[in-house]
């Protein structure tokens, strides 16, 4: 079964500091990665995904993450944080996005902080 | 306004009382699901439904029930509830060609005494 690790719980930065929250997901013959977000007393948002291709994606506020095949990683990053970048993040993977019958399995969240 | 919309947001009840969480949305999506957001295990599937009248297991159905009667409405169902149910409650609905884009409803924060 698919499995997702978050590594670090919570993350705390100080604004236009970089930032890299870590994931790490169980090897599959195929594997769908993506990343959501929280804001503050709100549901998730699909925030960018990897579906095939390029396995660097991008996301419209700046976020990058990388799909590394060989270290089983989907590490999320941002070069400069705002304070809107204050939110809970998630890692979820899914072993086939197109169909209802696949499950996306969701991480337990890194939850980022964002210091003036 | 696409959106999902769940309520209630806020729910305070006591433990074996039966209480039911509606969520709805406008998007038409055949693909529906609950999750619970519990501190440290990130969210958890309860059920899912893909269509009207066909509904199923997610990893922690126990004490939980839905019903899928119309496309657009997806409510949740506990029949007794207890307090290892006071969780951060989540409604999500998706394109039938894009699982992976899951649409939030806004969540029920339930507390069971």
């Known amino acids: 079964a698919q499995s997702v690790t978050q590594l670090d719980s919570q993350v705390p930065v100080f604004e236009e500091a970089p930032v890299e929250l870590r994931c790490n997901y169980s090897?599959?013959?195929?594997?769908?990665l993506f990343w959501y977000v929280q804001y503050p007393n709100q549901g998730l948002q699909l925030l960018l995904k990897?579906?095939?291709?390029?396995?660097l994606v991008e996301s419209i506020n700046g976020f990058e993450a990388e799909f590394n095949k060989s270290q089983t990683s989907f590490h999320l990053r941002k070069p400069s944080v705002h304070i809107s970048d204050t939110a809970e993040y998630f890692c979820a993977v899914s072993d086939g996005p197109y169909s209802s019958a696949s499950k996306i399995i969701f991480g337990s969240g890194t939850r980022l902080s964002i210091r003036p | 306004e696409a959106q999902v919309t769940q309520n209630p947001r806020y729910l305070i009840t006591v433990t074996g009382k039966k209480l039911t969480v509606t969520c709805s949305q406008n998007m038409n999506h055949e693909y529906m699901s609950w999750y619970r957001q519990d501190p440290g295990l990130g969210l958890r599937q309860i059920y899912y439904s893909m269509n009207v009248e066909v509904t199923d297991k997610g990893d922690v159905p126990e004490g939980y029930k839905v019903s899928r009667k119309e496309k657009r409405n997806f409510p949740l169902i506990l029949e007794s509830p207890s307090p290892n149910q006071t969780s951060l409650y989540f409604c999500a609905s998706s394109p039938p060609d894009k699982y992976y884009e899951q649409y939030f409803g806004p969540g029920t924060r339930l507390t069971v005494t």
């Open positions: 090897s599959s013959v195929s594997v769908y």
């Open positions: 990897y579906l095939s291709g390029s396995t």
